[in-house]
T-cell receptor, first 109, second 114 residues
Framework: SQKIEQNSEALNIQEGKTATLTCNYTNYSPAYLQWYRQDPGRGPVFLLL?????KEKRKERLKVTFDTTLKQSLFHITASQPADSATYLC????????FGAGTRLTVKP | NAGVTQTPKFQVLKTGQSMTLQCAQD?????MSWYRQDPGMGLRLIHY???????DQGEVPNGYNVSRSTTEDFPLRLLSAAPSQTSVYFC?????????????FGPGTRLTVL
């Protein structure tokens, strides 16, 4: 069966460091992959989209990689800030979107 | 634009009751979907629609009905609520189907079934 796994439920890092979140998938060949941010009590908000033929995408302090051979995406936040604290979800897309369970990131000052 | 709106924000039902969760978008989006979110399980797709009059099942459709009579509205019906349907429900929309687009999510409805 199709599985989407995000490396850990929670990640704690110090302000200024780089946060790296992992998304692994099995039995799936997605055409694209997306990352979303979700704050408590709110709906997810789109951050980045990367297609299967792209290796890397950047947006300000965010960077996403997509390795279709390893079936893995890495999501990096550089120079992290306490305001980056949230849950981050990866989602795989073809005809519909399937989401991972998310990683809760806490950035400590 | 209001984006994606959902009503109600909170709802408590008794087992066996029925209700409709409302979802509307004002962005003229073709694709709309319903997800439920449970702790540790992420968002799971219930039903989706690729246009007015067209709906299809997602990953967890049992116990839920949908219809899409207009582009703007996509209500989710619980015919006979069960405690297993206690969850947070999110509606989302996207400009086009089968095109890599971001999804816009509503604020969610927190449903408790006693």
């Amino acid at each position: 069966s199709q599985k989407i796994e995000q490396n850990s439920e929670a990640l704690n890092i110090q302000e200024g460091k780089t946060a790296t979140l992992t998304c692994n998938y099995t039995n799936y060949s997605p055409a694209y992959l997306q990352w979303y941010r979700q704050d408590p009590g709110r709906g997810p908000v789109f951050l980045l989209l990367i297609r299967e033929n792209e290796k890397e995408k950047r947006k300000e302090r965010l960077k996403v990689t997509f390795d279709t051979t390893l079936k893995q995406s890495l999501f990096h936040i550089t120079a992290s800030q306490p305001a980056d604290s949230a849950t981050y979800l990866c989602a795989l897309g073809n005809n519909d979107m399937r989401f991972g369970a998310g990683t809760r990131l806490t950035v400590k000052p | 634009n209001a984006g994606v709106t959902q009503t109600p924000k909170f709802q408590v039902l008794k087992t066996g009751q029925s209700m409709t969760l409302q979802c509307a978008q004002d962005m003229n989006h073709e694709y709309m979907s319903w997800y439920r979110q449970d702790p540790g399980m992420g968002l799971r797709l219930i039903h989706y629609s690729v246009g007015a009059g067209i709906t299809d099942q997602g990953e967890v459709p049992n116990g839920y009905n949908v219809s899409r009579s207009t582009t703007e509205d996509f209500p989710l019906r619980l015919l006979s609520a069960a405690p297993s349907q206690t969850s947070v429900y999110f509606c989302a929309s996207s400009p086009e189907y089968r095109v890599a687009n971001e999804q816009f999510f509503g604020p969610g409805t927190r449903l408790t079934v006693l």
